[in-house]
């Protein structure tokens, strides 16, 4: 009976999202350097504008299910796309690069957090987001810190916004600066953090010079990085454990273990060491990825619903300068590593 009741209280506002995720999807597809998700935040931020309160009322509680639970279900499903001994014997070069820009990227939010007065979730996922692998992350990222809607959607809309710059710039300042199809492949990789850009930036070297064959090895350093959600969402886990404790003092009852720690990652690492152990075909983890996928669509649509657009513009400015600084110091790290390594 309690479940006829759940699901009679949520699939109005599951189906809301559902119905927002498909032309959102289809057209990130079409549009890959804008990609499926940030088309589903501004589809549900515009009818959140129209749709009157008893509306939003009725469809509430399904869509809060989805931006929560859809998003923690799209990552575990997300690591049945990642086969980690395939992934760490093409990626292994890439590892020192992508260690030092990720630390970069974490100190840069860490610091400006607090000198700029960014909120720290905001911060968190802004520096998670930009350094790791943009959406992905900050899907895996937000329900570890607890944060809230509004926090996702405005860590989303910087993050986009340096993806379609990035895409845009990279490959006619890799030709510039005159790295080689090696090099602009753990450029790519490592300071852009969002797979469709990557592959957008790589596409377009790839058809500046012939034969170069950058895509490959880009996507290979780009999903490398993406192994890092794995040690992130856990340290980060472990901090909000000892923040509960200290907040909780001695009374013991304020503090939840399975809240606090991310039960859903441990599932993503589980399906990724299935995915490895057992070698799972193409032909069976694409259609899981592409599952994934939509769900992140969907769980962004449902962001949107609950994100005021007005509220976003007006607080947007710190949070993008975060972003900016986070973004010019993973592209320099990058490139001085290079040097350093002799790639450049």
């Known amino acids: 009976m309690q479940l006829v009741n759940i699901v009679r209280e949520r699939w109005k506002g599951v189906l809301f999202c559902l119905i927002i995720a498909i032309p959102a999807s289809l057209l990130g597809k079409q549009i890959e350097v804008v990609g499926g998700p940030v088309f589903a935040i501004l589809f549900g931020m515009v009818l959140a504008l129209v749709f009157p309160k008893n509306r939003r009322e ?9 931006s929560k639970k859809v998003l923690q279900y799209a990552v575990i499903l997300l690591g049945f796309g990642m086969n980690l001994s395939q992934i760490l014997s093409k990626g292994a070069q890439s590892l020192p690069i992508i260690v030092a820009t990720i630390l970069t990227s974490l100190i840069i939010a860490f610091v400006l957090c607090r000198v700029m007065n960014v909120p720290g979730k905001i911060a968190t996922l802004v520096g998670v987001g930009s350094s790791i692998c943009g959406g992905s992350a900050i899907a895996a990222t937000a329900p570890v810190i607890d944060a809230d809607d509004r926090e996702i959607a405005q860590a989303i809309s910087v993050i986009f916004l340096f993806n379609v710059i990035a895409a845009l710039v990279f490959p006619t300042l890799g030709g510039m600066l005159g790295l080689t199809n090696e090099g602009f ?11 469709s850009s990557v592959t957008a930036a790589a596409s377009a070297w790839d058809s500046m010079h012939p034969g170069a064959n950058v895509l490959e090895s880009a996507t290979v350093v780009k999903l490398t990085r993406t192994l890092a959600i794995i040690p992130i969402t856990l340290v980060l886990a472990c901090w909000q454990m000892h923040l509960a404790r200290k907040a909780g003092g001695d009374a013991k009852s304020t503090f939840s273990l399975k809240r ?33 996928k939509f769900f992140i669509v969907m769980a962004m649509a449902a962001i949107g619903f609950n994100t005021d657009i007005v509220e976003l513009v007006k607080k947007g400015g710190k949070p993008i300068a975060l972003g900016f600084c986070c973004w010019i110091g993973i592209a320099c790290m990058g490139l001085g590593m290079q040097h350093v390594l002799g790639i450049w």
Do not use: H, R
């Open 58 to 66: 009725q469809l509430a509680a399904g869509v809060t299910y989805t």
């Open 260 to 292: 606090a720690f991310p039960m859903f990652v441990l599932f993503f690492v589980l399906a990724s060491v299935v995915t490895t152990v057992f070698q799972l075909p193409a032909s069976v983890t694409a259609p899981i990825k592409e599952l994934s």
């Open 185 to 195: 492949g753990l450029f790519a990789g490592t300071a852009i953090n969002d797979t």
